[in-house]
């Protein structure tokens, strides 16, 4: 249901209208969808992806985004079980899987997630057991004055833009929630991502190298790596250092 939820925020936010009203309707005959075709992941297998009335396909993106969600939900359930831990990081993984599809689409990390979701993190800092309300700010400046740093220096060298300003606020909020040494790790591990999905990109489509790629998607999924891999690594890394 947080999925589904999910996927109208995916659809409105960009186009600033209400994710409450009106309510869910196909985008293509505006039919208002009743409530036993709106039933996650089973309604789109049930209509086999299409609108019951204009038979229009329903976006791969609607099951996509539940299951996703759904599955994020139980691998945090396993990790967590029922807590804060797992309340809090649940909205963080949903804000992080709306993000990503927005930005794939659109380019644009809207604010309305980003900024609320600072706030969120740094209130959550005093339930999680992981991390102190120290930890939390250090992880909020650090995030978001790296990245700023980055995006000024390379407009000042290059005179165009090269980060956009959503992806700062974004790593901001990452480091909010799990503090400032998963901001680190981030960095790095989408780094190298991004660089060999955007140097693969390249090959594939022939791009120069002043090509586009959204960073977001892989900020994103730098942080849930650290979310649940983060303790492991950095442990690894400085046992490397005893031998
Ligand atoms: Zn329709």
């Known amino acids: 249901m947080i999925g589904s939820f ?45 609108c019951r009335y204009c038979h229009a396909s329903i976006s791969l993106q609607y099951p996509l985004v539940e299951g ?10 396993i ?18 899987i709306a993000i990503t599809i927005i930005d794939l689409y659109h380019q644009i990390i809207p604010d309305v997630i980003s900024l609320p979701g600072i706030g969120v993190g740094l209130v959550a800092s005093f339930f999680l057991p992981r991390i102190t309300f120290l930890n939390s700010l250090i992880g909020f400046l650090l995030g978001g004055g790296t990245l700023f740093l980055v995006a000024t220096g390379y407009h000042w060298l290059f005179k165009r833009e090269g980060m956009g300003g959503g992806d700062v606020k974004l790593l901001a909020m990452i480091g909010a929630f799990l503090g400032w040494k998963a901001v680190i790790l981030t960095i790095l591990s989408s780094s190298l991502i991004g660089s060999v999905s955007g140097i693969l990109l390249m090959l594939m489509k022939g791009k120069d190298f002043k090509y586009a790629i959204p960073f977001g998607p892989f900020l994103a999924l730098g942080a849930v790596f650290s979310l649940f891999y983060g303790e492991e690594m950095i442990q690894w890394y400085l046992d490397l250092y005893h031998y």
């Open 6 to 50: 999910l996927n109208v925020c995916i659809y409105r936010l960009p186009r600033e209208e209400s994710v409450v009203t009106p309510g869910s309707h196909c985008p293509e005959c505006q039919r208002p969808i009743r409530f036993y075709d709106n039933i996650p992941l089973a309604s789109y297998l049930i209509l086999r992806g299409k």
């Open 68 to 77: 996703i969600t759904a599955l994020s939900s139980l691998c945090l359930y």
């Open 79 to 96: 990790k967590f079980g029922l807590s804060w831990s797992y309340l809090f990081y649940f909205a963080f993984i949903s804000a992080l």
